[in-house]
């Protein structure tokens, strides 16, 4: 079992600073996903817990045990590679005993504990043979069993799925989350796929130029970002944005004007409760942060004209795209009957699902 | 006619081969006789009776073929020359490799102060002609005590900066994360080289052990100074003892037969080649491709 606390952490190489003062506890037993795009500092974060990289400031603890100077090896944790990073010259039974023999444990031991794992992944027919005679997905469960071989109190796993087809990852990634409820291990899984990261999750955080975002349950960052770049890279399709500006700002409640917006059915003005400290004056250009699904066909008191440039079907449902609002591009999730490019559209707003975005980025609706 | 025009081009379109690439075939077939023709002499010298060496029409392969100088090669102790040969070349070829990829790795995957500057330093060193250091290093082993021992054969042989090169440029393209898997599983430098990176290195170490050897077993100089008796010979210097009186028929003899013994001499080189070609190429071209 083990509880990661990292406080202060900064780690640069040369004049570059990849990762920039973060403070996170990862609780004993939590399943925690970085996500992040790429250059953001998932990896690096996850390398400077694994100890392959050290922290030019900052202490990570491990169950309040300073890890400073203590190798990889020494940190009782196992690592998933992205590209699985199996030893080409060694049987999968060698590989998955790889990390017992260097601990000095028996043959006999290794053995017993290498074909336990094996039957967990039922890999078992697979231990005589060489990563070379095997398919992706065989290698990743490989990988997988040389570390839960091992027995650590803490998996890291680095971009694991990112090699595998679609079918498999969604397949791979339930075994994951089984594999997690079973050892109830605390786990840390870097992605840069928000869905992998939405689906996995206890708790996501989000990194961006080497700083944390903002960390929360899946539900919280979707439902309630901290700004609009999480509001951005969580959810798919991805949250639509439309320019605003501020027209009335009264205690509690701002009210905005959106280009493109319809004469409202009782001609009320579009409104939204704020933040008591949410700074905004008068004129203030501000977003509106809409997701698909509170964008739709339904008579609603405030609605958009937009007109259709193109839709994809995805399978039960359609992704209508309308490029030219005024207010910006618009996406949204149609599941009716086929709606073709150059269709003109009513949408109405569930303002309950909307949010608002400051000039600063920050969210200040509540 | 029209047939032959029609396959020539359908090799050419299978093989992918231009007309530009015809001056490229051209030299590479000239460079490739230049070095096979010597060769083609030097057997077919050695299949010679004495009489045949020198004739006036020049003959490729030989008109009648005797295998007398072979027989006449093993009147001398070519055996014991062949086997402080083999040690001299096995051991030093051995050891160069191991301290070849030890230094490679080291230059390629560690990271310590002055590292690109001590490898400045090992390729510079290729400037250095033998014979500058030769003199003093055979002093050197004379005052030890050590000369005509194997490991005075041996020693000077044990270090090549060729197969520091060959290994670095390998471990340059080397997988971290493998090295990085084989950290948090708990090895250390040694065991991660000895049980990681050495056994994966196979194509650059077979690389520069067929060139080392041919090298080492072809290696004059040095054993020519530093062996002072018959029985510390290697091949190449007691074969350049066949020199016979020029001018007399044992001269044309002593060809033929030196012939047959440089013949023997070459085989071992020439079998580990094209016994470890496939390897041997894949090692040289990827040390080149990553440069």
């Known amino acids: 079992m083990s509880r990661v606390e990292l406080s202060g952490i900064t780690k640069r190489f040369g004049a570059f600073e990849a990762i920039r003062g973060i403070d996170l506890t990862v609780e004993d037993g939590e399943f925690a996903v970085f996500v992040g795009p790429s250059g953001c500092g998932k990896s690096t974060l996850l390398r400077l817990i694994c100890g392959l990289e050290v922290p030019t400031e900052g202490a990570i603890r491990f169950d309040d045990r300073d890890v400073r100077g203590v190798p990889p090896a020494g940190r009782r944790l196992a690592m998933v590679f992205q590209s699985y990073a199996l030893y080409p010259h060694m049987s999968v039974a060698e590989n998955m005993g790889f990390a017992l023999r260097m601990a000095g444990i028996s043959r006999a031991e290794r053995a017993v504990r290498v074909a336990r794992a094996a039957e967990t992944l039922q890999i078992t027919r697979l231990l005589e043979r060489r990563p070379k ?21 803490l998996f ?29 291990t605390t786990m840390i899984y870097v992605t840069h796929d928000q869905i992998e990261a939405m689906t996995m999750a206890d708790r996501i955080v989000v990194l961006r130029d080497g700083r944390i975002e903002q960390a929360g349950s899946p539900t919280m960052l979707y439902e309630r970002p901290a700004n609009r770049f999480v509001a951005s890279f969580i959810g798919s399709p991805r949250m639509n944005f ?30 939204l409760a704020v933040a008591e400290r949410h700074g905004l004056r008068i004129d203030d250009s501000v977003e509106l942060g809409v997701r698909s699904e509170h964008l739709g066909l339904e008579p609603r008191p405030h609605r958009l004209q937009a007109r259709i440039s193109f839709s994809e079907y995805v399978g039960g449902a359609w992704h209508l795209h309308a490029g030219d609002h005024p207010a910006g591009r618009l996406v949204l999730r149609h599941a009716g009957a086929p709606i073709h490019a150059g269709e003109t559209l009513e949408l109405g707003l569930d303002m309950a699902g909307c949010h608002l975005f400051a000039p600063s980025g920050l969210r200040v609706s509540v | ?22 001056p490229i075939w051209l030299v590479g077939m000239a460079v490739a006789f230049a070095w096979f023709a010597p060769f083609v002499w030097m057997v077919s010298t050695s299949l010679k009776y004495p009489e045949d060496v020198m004739t006036a029409q020049i003959e490729w392969l030989p008109n009648r073929i005797t295998f007398d100088n072979y027989v006449k ?36 995957r560690m990271r310590f102060p002055g590292r690109d500057g001590l490898f400045a330093l090992f390729l510079a060193s290729l400037m250095i002609p033998t014979e500058v250091s030769i003199i003093p290093m055979l002093l ?55 049980l990681i990176a050495l056994p994966l290195a196979r194509a650059p170490a077979i690389a520069a052990a067929v ?44 060809f033929s037969v030196a012939m047959a013994a440089v013949t023997i001499l070459s085989v071992p080189s ?9 390897y041997f190429i894949q090692g040289i071209s990827q040390g080149s491709i990553k440069s």
Do not use: C
């Open chain 1, 242 to 271: 439309l320019a605003a500006r501020v027209t009335r700002v009264e205690p509690g409640r701002v009210t905005i004007d959106l280009p493109g917006l319809l004469p409202g059915v009782a001609g009320e003005p579009l409104a």
């Open chain 2, 211 to 254: 060139i080392l050897f041919t090298l080492n077993w072809n290696n004059f100089l040095w054993p020519l100074l530093v062996t002072f008796d018959e029985s510390m010979k290697t091949l190449p210097v007691g074969i350049a003892a066949f020199t016979p009186v020029v001018g007399t028929r044992t001269q044309l003899e002593g």
């Open chain 2, 140 to 194: 050197g082993f004379i005052k030890m005590g050590w000369a005509s021992s194997y490991q005075a054969l041996i020693l000077p042989s044990i270090g090549n900066v060729f197969a520091v090169y060959i290994f670095r440029q390998f471990f340059l393209g080397f997988p971290a994360e493998i090295e990085e898997a084989a950290r948090v599983d708990g090895a250390g430098p040694f065991r991660l080289f000895f």
């Open chain 2, 73 to 108: 090669v093993f009147e001398y102790p070519v055996v014991r020359w062949a086997f402080n040969s083999l040690v001299q070349a096995g051991v030093a070829t051995s050891l160069s490799v191991l301290f070849g990829a030890m230094a490679g790795y080291g230059l390629a």
């Open chain 2, 1 to 22: 006619m029209t047939a032959l025009l029609t396959r020539v081009r359908r090799y050419m379109d299978e093989h992918r081969f231009t007309l530009l690439d015809l």
């Open chain 1, 156 to 184: 890291l796993f680095d971009e694991p799925l990112s090699n595998l087809d679609a079918e498999l990852r969604v397949e791979m990634r339930a075994e994951l989350m089984e594999l997690h409820r079973r050892l109830a």
């Open chain 2, 270 to 278: 020439l079998a580990l080649f094209f016994l470890l070609q496939r």
């Open chain 1, 133 to 153: 005679e095997l398919s992706g997905g065989q290698r990743q469960r490989v990988a997988i069993g040389r570390a839960i071989v091992r027995e650590p109190s």
